[in-house]
């Protein structure tokens, strides 16, 4: 049996074609800002329990840099790349085998692409920090304000690539 030509599709006058839509790239969708209609209830818990984590790591990341800070009289940038080392380790932790538990990556790639959005989250936050410290906002609430401000591009780019 042979094949016969090769048979191109051809728009039709008749029925209405539009071309197809340009493919989303991964990179796009790891940034695209979510819909709030389409997350289901696991989102919510995820989100949550993100939350949950976050928090922990707030405060520890608080305590570590009033200390380095207030007792130990380290630059405020400084105390808080201190803060984030300390911080990280146990989010990571938290985060991977509780907030995210359904991933198939190995713990080393999450770990490193946690490390990965940690770190921009850790730039954006130093940006946010050194901001408000020279508009005049005492070290410890400047950081709490910083902290707070990066926590959703964090929770976005934890989900969507680091344990997906």
């Not at 009033?66 to 380790?89: E, K, N, P, Q």
């Not at 995210?100 to 990556?105: A, D, M, P, S, T």
């Not at 713990?107 to 490193?112: C, E, F, N």
Request: some cysteine; proline content about 8%; charged content about 10%.
């Amino acid at each position: 049996m042979g094949r016969g030509p090769s048979r191109a599709l051809v728009p039709s006058p008749v029925v209405p074609t539009r071309p197809a839509p340009p493919p989303v790239l991964p990179e796009a969708r790891i940034l695209r800002v979510p819909s709030i209609r389409r997350a289901q209830r696991s989102d919510w818990h995820q989100l949550i329990r993100f939350c949950v984590v976050g928090a922990s790591g707030y405060l520890v990341n608080l305590a570590v840099f009033s200390v380095c800070v207030h007792a130990l009289d380290i630059h405020y940038t400084v105390a808080a790349v201190a803060a984030f080392c300390v911080a990280w380790t146990s989010n990571f932790i938290f985060n991977k085998f509780w907030t995210f538990q359904q991933h198939g990556l190995s713990a080393l790639q999450q770990g490193a692409r946690y490390l990965a959005v940690s770190l921009v989250a850790l730039g954006m936050n130093l940006i946010v920090l050194e901001v408000l410290v020279r508009a005049g906002t005492p070290e410890v609430p400047a950081q709490a304000i910083a902290i707070a401000a990066v926590m959703p591009v964090n929770f976005l780019l934890n989900r969507r690539w680091s344990f997906r």
